[in-house]
């Protein structure tokens, strides 16, 4: 019988994968979880021959799927919107595998959807004769598929390294063709699902991968019966429930089309009632299906997280929040650390924490100093203190995770510790110590007592990274954007020598490590020898970028940055174009400061007065968010809000702004707060955007001058 998959048989070189599409397509009618498994299986070898036969793409370390769609290289290669799919793919194919009655026909179709998206996309870089084929639902509607189940390979029946063996004489000529092919772009065909059909196929599946139980713990349409609306009520998608029967988690989904903060202040109001209810907030998530947001609006700014929580994790994480305890000046175990320096590096992470709420640190120490000795201090304050159950120490060599792990094992003996690269037989232990490699493997393959996925993405709540850096983070960079935790960063590396871009990913500006106990100091204090060292410095943003001057060092960082898709690189940038490049994050950090600084201020100093920062659009007006985020943790979650016409419940959001004692002090704006907003306590307005009119400029400026 057709399938929407006969495409691929048409061409010997992707016989590898066709028989597993075509079968996954057979055999929906008879089993939705086989469907939705041998989708996945199509998947990986699919991949598996992507990598064997396109020599852009290194050869992994490993090959299983998870480890192939994690690389860098790989996702570089995909277009716009893709890789959610295949994150799709892999989280149905996981659950029909381990628990196969709880997928459903509409999960299954999606499932051959989404390969089918993936399959044309591969077809359109590597085939001979290309045509565009379309996803024709009524083919599944076919009622003659009454033969015997097909046979459908298995993954690890198809061996990569055959495939490396198949495709080696044409590796450059088929990297060559997907350049080639790929000039013209290619667009990923839209599924603009509805709502609901976001929640039973994405977001269902996510619950399920989580371990969550529909209509004992997850309970779809709750009702909620305070709302802004003319009916006065609403229903949140979904309310997740812990075992004493109340709220963990509320879910705002929106369709796959629109952006997740559409629904934020939805989320908000959901949660308020909830709370009125309860007597217990719960976590805000936000979700399209292919980006969740995680909001704990009592302390945290909101941010983005790989999926949604297990109950074991939320419950988990409501006693921390309630159990924990101030981290100023905390009491230090001698035994583990009795240095001046790494006391003060302690402080000053459970400072970072505390005190400026931000959940990134970075320590800088030379070697020989005792990085590891006050790691181990440190995760023996946090577990006292009550703000850490389960953490994750990663190196990059098994020699590294042993040595790690023995160094807790003698200076904490009473914790449980587990080296996942020896077995998964201890993974439940409180703290985990693996290489980037395992732990990536391990996050799909390892289960608890119950047959659910142990490592979800709220299981660890520190997460320490050895000798960490950009090349670290880039290469395994799914590790911490699939996990959420607290994480540290451990490393030698001097601080003025370290990337730029490894201080971005710990959220803090270049050259300002979290702690820095350097060799010279290091030396000072007798601890250490010294050694000859040349430093340089570039003038790259008054003087521009010239690549014969580089370092051949700077000359693969400059090809990395600023190669265009045509492989065209420029000899010089000059700092003007150079100072437009980095112009987003940077101005906007700047300008905030001087808000901060300058800006008028009430309650004797103590708080900025009402403020509106007039954003260029939406997506301007969220970069800010996200700046301010960044920059100010410590803050009211609430204290910085984004009112524009993406907004749900405007006018409720824009109430709370023009009460002198409610949050949002500051509402960054999109056209909504320009002219016609009265509200006295405005003090301070932030112009980011042009106004080509000046009767606009005065009706903006009048936004502030009224007496309160």
Excluded at 177 to 185: C, H, M, P, T
Excluded at 328 to 337: A, H, L, N, R, T
Excluded at 561 to 574: Q, Y
Excluded at 650 to 661: A, C, P, R, Y
Aim: glycine share 4%; with cysteine; hydrophobic share 40%.
């Amino acid at each position: 019988m057709p399938t929407n998959f006969d495409f691929l048989k048409n061409e010997k070189q992707f016989e590898a994968f066709a028989e597993a599409a075509v079968s996954a397509e057979h055999v929906l009618s008879i089993s939705p979880s086989i469907s939705a498994s041998a989708s996945r299986t199509a998947l990986e070898i699919a991949v598996k021959w992507m990598y064997s036969a396109d020599d852009f793409l290194e050869k992994p370390y490993d090959d299983k799927l998870v480890t192939l769609i994690s690389g860098e290289d790989f996702k570089d290669l995909l277009p716009l919107g893709m890789i959610g799919k295949l994150d799709y793919l892999r989280r149905v194919g996981n659950i029909a595998t381990h628990n196969p009655k709880l997928i459903n026909k509409d999960q299954a179709i999606l499932a051959l959807k989404n390969l089918h998206s993936f399959l044309d996309f591969l077809a359109y870089c590597y085939s001979d004769e290309y045509k565009e084929i379309s996803f024709d639902d009524s083919l599944l509607e076919i009622e003659d598929r009454t033969v015997a189940e097909p046979h459908i390979p298995s993954a690890e029946e198809v061996d990569i390294e055959v495939l490396y063996a198949e495709n080696e004489a044409h590796r450059e000529e088929l990297r060559a063709k997907r350049e080639d092919q790929l000039k013209e772009g290619y667009t990923v065909k839209p599924m603009d699902m509805t709502e609901a059909q976001t929640r039973k196929a994405y977001i269902d599946t996510m619950l399920l991968d989580a371990g969550w139980q529909r209509g004992a713990d997850w309970v779809d349409e709750y009702p909620i019966d305070e709302m802004p609306n003319k009916s006065g009520f609403g229903f949140a998608d979904y309310v997740l429930l812990g075992d004493n029967g109340l709220p963990l988690a509320v879910i705002e989904a929106k369709r796959t089309s629109v952006n997740v903060e559409k629904g934020r202040q939805q989320a908000v109001l959901y949660a308020d009632f909830l709370e009125k209810k309860f007597a217990q907030r719960p976590i805000i998530y936000m979700t399209n299906g292919y980006e969740t947001r995680f909001w704990d609006d009592k302390h945290y700014p909101e941010r983005q997280v790989s999926g949604i929580y297990s109950k074991r994790d939320l419950e988990k994480y409501f006693n921390i929040i309630k159990d924990r305890v101030s981290l100023k000046g905390v009491s230090i175990s001698d035994e583990i650390s009795d240095r001046y320096y790494q006391k003060e590096a302690i402080q000053a992470i459970c400072d970072t924490f505390y005190e400026r709420n931000r959940r990134k640190a970075l320590l800088v120490m030379a070697t020989g100093s005792g990085k590891t000795r006050t790691v181990i201090s440190l995760a023996d304050v946090l577990i006292r203190y009550g703000w850490v159950k389960n953490l994750l120490f990663l190196a990059d060599r098994n020699a590294l995770v042993t040595q790690a792990k023995r160094a807790f094992h003698n200076l904490m003996p009473n914790l449980s510790l587990c080296n996942l690269t020896e077995g998964q037989e201890e993974a439940n232990a409180r703290a985990v110590f693996s290489t980037y490699q395992t732990m990536i493997n391990c996050i799909d393959t390892t289960r608890d007592d119950e047959g659910e996925r142990l490592f979800t993405p709220g299981h660890f709540d520190l997460i320490v990274i050895d000798e960490a850096h950009r090349s670290i983070y880039n290469k395994y960079q799914d590790i911490f954007t699939y996990f959420d935790a607290l994480l540290v960063g451990l490393t030698a590396t001097p601080k003025d020598d370290i990337d730029k871009n490894t201080y971005s990913i710990f959220d803090l500006e270049s050259g300002v490590p979290t702690y820095g106990y350097e060799l010279a100091q290091a030396v000072q204090d007798g601890y250490l020898v010294d050694f000859i060292s040349v430093e340089t410095t570039l003038k790259f943003m008054s003087e521009g970028i010239t690549y014969d001057e580089l370092s051949p060092e700077e000359q693969e960082e400059y090809e990395n940055t600023f190669t265009d898709e045509d492989g065209n690189l420029p000899v010089a940038i000059d700092s003007s174009a150079l100072n437009q490049w980095i112009f987003n994050s940077d101005t906007i950090r700047k300008a905030l400061n001087i808000l901060m600084t300058r800006g008028q201020r009430v309650e004797f100093g103590e708080k900025i007065g009402k403020t509106i920062i007039f954003a260029k659009n939406h997506n301007h007006a969220e970069k800010i968010l996200e700046v301010w985020n960044q920059e100010y943790p410590d803050y009211h979650p609430h204290y910085a809000r984004v009112i524009d016409n993406y907004t749900n419940y405007t006018q409720s959001l824009i109430d709370d702004f023009s009460e002198k004692n409610k949050m949002p002090q500051i509402a960054i704006s999109v056209d909504m707060l320009d002219t016609g907003i009265d509200i006295p306590e405005i003090l301070n307005l932030v112009f980011f955007k042009k106004v080509m009119s000046r009767a606009k400029f005065w009706q903006m400026i009048g936004r502030g001058t009224r007496l309160c």
